[in-house]
């Protein structure tokens, strides 16, 4: 329970950076284009 009330804590703390939100969607798109390249590389 401690765990899910620090991380709640840290994602309030988060959100309220509009920088961080920033960096967070490149981490996300940077991951997703990576899932991409390697789902297109694949052969069936």
């Known amino acids: ?18 920088r961080t939100q920033v960096i967070l969607n490149k981490v996300a798109g940077t991951v997703f284009l990576g899932l991409a390249l390697k789902l297109a590389a694949t052969e069936r």
Request: proline content about 0%; cysteine-free; overall charge positive.
């Open 1 to 18: 329970m401690q765990i899910l009330l620090l991380w709640g804590t840290i994602g309030q703390l988060l959100n309220r950076s509009i």
